[in-house]
């Protein structure tokens, strides 16, 4: 019942007769020409003996395969692969680590060969790229910070969009990736009705020249590489935003050319920080070092770049990062509770409980101050850090056996993300799923059992 909507998206991973004699044929071409290949179908490197597989169990060879051309096939991209040097100084296998996190399970990347001066051409054009469209837009002096966003200061907002948060297109396709995770028809179906939404948003950031773009792509596709592990996603948005920024924008814009580049690479695991950085430092130069934005890229950096799979460190840099804020005359309120958001999840992600209590209480504190009142009206962000808060808490309470306040958790989810973004909206479609699970494991009955049974009640006696 998904076929249509899964080719739709351009998910389906089975290769069709029409691809692979378009293969076929660029291949006997470039081969002519002495040029080697690698074809990518729908985002995906292949693998030429996927071809052969195919031909043979249609009874073919490569030679049947007629050389006239048909019609192009869209879902083909061929290149010329980087060259490999001839004895590397480092190899590894390629397997790869899997680890849980109490919330996703993600992958860990192997170390990969080290390539040749040439392979270092992309990273340095896509820093130019990034670093242009940075520069020039502050330059503009269009773009200014306020309300938590670089904000186009030549649009006039109206007063109804300010009274209810606007999480931006990035942060809906992380959302509707976790209610795609959730599994259920109906998620799914909603999930892709989200997964359209964010792609409509990103035309009219690209329209804009919004510099948010950037840092929040860079953002997205760490994220979805290294917990979603689903790039293929990624990969078409980034067809997107390179098809429409060359159209509305020109071939040799920054965002055509970066979209176009980073399309290209088979991982981003490397070139993120490195990119991450340029955007960073853009930022400080014009908006200054000490900026509450330009301490939220830092604070970013600190557990999704230069300290994942060092743990320690990302918690050294945020217990220092919070004492800094703490022994500030005026902290800022949202950057606060966003280090101990983040302080939390890496201490999680140590794997240990021996911080139970500290996490719980840092995920408490930022859910407080989120929903504590309605902040949205002059801090647009709190929901979604609320939300976000919320979650994980969840999970560590029924982690220990606190049945009945995890559910407490999970409704009071639902009720908050209803109130502050609407019942339809992603965040509370997500909110629902988890309270709907919690629910079929245990129930309402079953949770207020499990909670007295844990506090040693005798069941017998008090049905009596």
């Given at each position: 019942?998904?076929?249509?909507?899964?080719?739709?998206w351009?998910?389906?991973?089975?290769?069709?007769?029409?691809?692979?004699?378009?293969?076929?044929?660029?291949?006997?071409?470039?081969?002519?020409?002495?040029?080697?290949?690698?074809?990518?179908?729908?985002?995906?490197?292949?693998?030429?003996?996927?071809?052969?597989?195919?031909?043979?169990?249609k009874?073919?060879?490569?030679?049947?395969?007629?050389s006239?051309?048909n019609?192009?096939?869209?879902?083909?991209?061929?290149?010329?692969?980087?060259?490999?040097?001839?004895?590397?100084?480092?190899?590894?296998?390629?397997?790869?680590?899997?680890?849980?996190?109490?919330?996703?399970?993600?992958?860990?990347?192997?170390?990969?060969?080290?390539?040749?001066?040439?392979?270092?051409?992309?990273?340095?054009?896509?820093?130019?790229?990034?670093?242009?469209?940075?520069?020039?837009?502050?330059?503009?002096?269009?773009?200014?910070?306020?309300?938590?966003?670089?904000?186009?200061?030549?649009?006039?907002?109206?007063?109804?969009?300010?009274?209810?948060?606007?999480?931006?297109?990035?942060?809906?396709?992380e959302?509707?990736?976790?209610?795609?995770?959730?599994?259920?028809?109906?998620?799914?179906?909603?999930?892709?009705?989200?997964?359209?939404?964010?792609?409509?948003?990103?035309?009219?950031?690209i329209?804009?020249?919004?510099?948010?773009?950037?840092?929040?792509?860079?953002?997205?596709?760490?994220?979805?590489?290294?917990?979603?592990?689903?790039?293929?996603?990624?990969?078409?948005?980034?067809?997107?935003?390179?098809?429409l920024?060359?159209?509305?924008?020109?071939?040799?814009?920054?965002?055509?050319?970066?979209?176009?580049?980073?399309?290209?690479?088979?991982?981003?695991?490397?070139?993120?920080?490195?990119?991450?950085?340029?955007?960073?430092?853009?930022?400080?130069?014009?908006?200054?070092?000490?900026?509450?934005?330009?301490?939220?890229?830092?604070?970013?950096?600190?557990?999704?770049?230069?300290?994942?799979?060092?743990?320690?460190?990302?918690?050294?840099?945020?217990?220092?990062?919070?004492?800094?804020?703490?022994?500030?005359?005026?902290?800022?309120?949202?950057l606060y509770?966003?280090?101990?958001?983040q302080?939390?999840?890496?201490l999680?992600?140590?794997?240990?409980?021996?911080?139970?209590?500290?996490?719980?209480?840092?995920?408490?504190?930022?859910?407080?101050?989120?929903?504590?009142?309605?902040k949205?009206?002059?801090?647009?962000?709190?929901?979604?850090?609320?939300?976000?808060?919320?979650?994980?808490?969840?999970?560590?309470?029924?982690?220990?056996?606190?049945?009945?306040?995890?559910?407490?958790?999970?409704?009071?989810?639902?009720?908050?993300?209803?109130?502050?973004?609407?019942?339809?909206?992603?965040?509370?479609?997500?909110?629902?799923?988890d309270?709907?699970?919690?629910?079929?494991?245990?129930?309402?009955?079953?949770?207020?059992?499990?909670?007295?049974?844990?506090?040693?009640?005798?069941?017998?006696?008090?049905?009596?």
């Amino acid at each position: 019942m998904y076929k249509s909507r899964i080719t739709a998206w351009g998910l389906d991973k089975k290769m069709k007769g029409n691809e692979v004699r378009a293969i076929v044929r660029m291949r006997r071409m470039r081969l002519a020409a002495g040029k080697a290949s690698t074809f990518r179908v729908r985002g995906q490197v292949l693998d030429f003996d996927k071809v052969r597989s195919h031909l043979k169990r249609k009874g073919l060879t490569l030679e049947n395969v007629p050389s006239e051309s048909n019609s192009p096939v869209p879902s083909i991209e061929c290149y010329t692969p980087e060259r490999q040097p001839q004895e590397p100084s480092c190899s590894a296998t390629d397997s790869a680590l899997t680890a849980w996190n109490g919330r996703h399970m993600f992958r860990i990347p192997s170390p990969r060969l080290i390539f040749s001066p040439d392979s270092l051409r992309t990273p340095e054009q896509l820093s130019r790229d990034i670093h242009t469209y940075f520069t020039e837009s502050f330059a503009s002096s269009r773009w200014v910070y306020g309300r938590g966003y670089l904000v186009d200061v030549t649009r006039s907002t109206p007063l109804q969009e300010k009274l209810r948060p606007e999480p931006h297109w990035s942060q809906i396709m992380e959302w509707a990736a976790l209610l795609f995770n959730a599994g259920g028809a109906a998620n799914v179906i909603k999930a892709g009705q989200h997964f359209q939404q964010a792609f409509i948003q990103v035309e009219d950031v690209i329209r804009a020249e919004e510099p948010s773009l950037m840092y929040r792509l860079l953002a997205l596709l760490d994220e979805f590489e290294a917990y979603y592990e689903k790039p293929e996603i990624v990969r078409i948005l980034l067809k997107h935003i390179h098809s429409l920024a060359s159209v509305i924008l020109g071939m040799k814009h920054p965002i055509a050319s970066a979209s176009r580049q980073l399309s290209f690479l088979d991982t981003w695991t490397n070139i993120s920080e490195l990119l991450w950085n340029v955007v960073t430092d853009t930022c400080g130069r014009f908006l200054g070092r000490d900026h509450a934005f330009t301490r939220q890229l830092q604070l970013n950096t600190f557990t999704r770049f230069s300290s994942r799979g060092n743990w320690s460190l990302a918690e050294t840099q945020l217990r220092a990062f919070l004492s800094k804020l703490r022994q500030s005359s005026d902290p800022h309120p949202y950057l606060y509770f966003l280090a101990q958001n983040q302080l939390a999840w890496v201490l999680m992600e140590q794997g240990s409980f021996i911080h139970s209590a500290e996490v719980e209480q840092l995920l408490q504190e930022s859910s407080r101050w989120a929903f504590g009142d309605p902040k949205y009206m002059v801090e647009p962000r709190a929901p979604a850090l609320g939300t976000e808060s919320l979650r994980p808490l969840a999970w560590l309470q029924e982690r220990r056996g606190a049945i009945l306040q995890a559910e407490e958790t999970l409704r009071y989810n639902c009720e908050m993300c209803t109130t502050c973004f609407g019942r339809e909206y992603v965040a509370t479609l997500i909110a629902i799923a988890d309270y709907e699970g919690f629910l079929l494991r245990y129930g309402k009955v079953g949770a207020a059992m499990s909670v007295r049974d844990h506090a040693g009640v005798n069941l017998e006696d008090e049905a009596v």
